[in-house]
């Protein structure tokens, strides 16, 4: 698995994410008092300015580059997150996607996730629904707040 490294991680997450409304969605939920609690795990800390990486390729980037990309945060970070939506040009499907990065990541990572969003971030979180809101613990304007912000 993962190479021993002289000292224990510095940081508990990094984020790979695909784009910029991941990183938006990702800084605004981490933005929330007690987020942790929405996602049924004990506290941890995340500075949005430096945990969360976008990858200018986008979710392809991703699919094909995630584990060189975050080679360069091992030793630093105890885990770390893939986010990338399964709808794209060439995709070989949610399944396929994460069986291919959990692939390529164990052999580095002891400890990661892969989220593959199907379908993609945008068509549910800007779907006229207060679910969305209520399951990721926003609050029900949250989509005037990402207008807002320019995302």
């Known amino acids: ?7 224990p991680p510095v940081r508990d997450v990094v984020f790979l994410v ?12 981490f933005s929330r008092e007690r987020f942790h609690h929405a ?26 580059r995630a584990h060189e990309l975050l080679r360069l945060y091992e030793g630093e970070y105890a885990h770390a997150v893939v986010m990338l939506d399964a ?6 499907g949610a ?3 994460r069986e291919a990065l959990t ?5 580095r990572w002891d400890s990661f996730t892969v ?11 800007w779907q006229d629904s207060p679910h969305v809101a209520q ?17």
């Open 18 to 29: 695909a784009d910029k409304g991941m990183e938006a969605m990702l800084r605004g939920f």
């Open 135 to 151: 399951t990721l613990n926003f609050p029900s304007d949250f989509r005037a707040i990402l207008e807002r912000s320019g995302h």
């Open 103 to 107: 692939t390529r990541l164990k052999s």
């Open 115 to 125: 989220v593959v969003i199907d379908p993609e971030l945008e068509a549910w979180i």
């Open 39 to 64: 996602l049924g795990c004990g506290p941890f800390s995340v500075d949005p300015g430096r945990d969360i990486i976008v990858d200018p390729g986008r979710d392809p980037g991703v699919f094909l």
């Open 1 to 7: 698995m993962n190479r021993p490294s002289p000292q």
């Open 87 to 92: 709808a794209w040009e060439g995709s070989p």
């Open 95 to 97: 399944d396929a996607i």
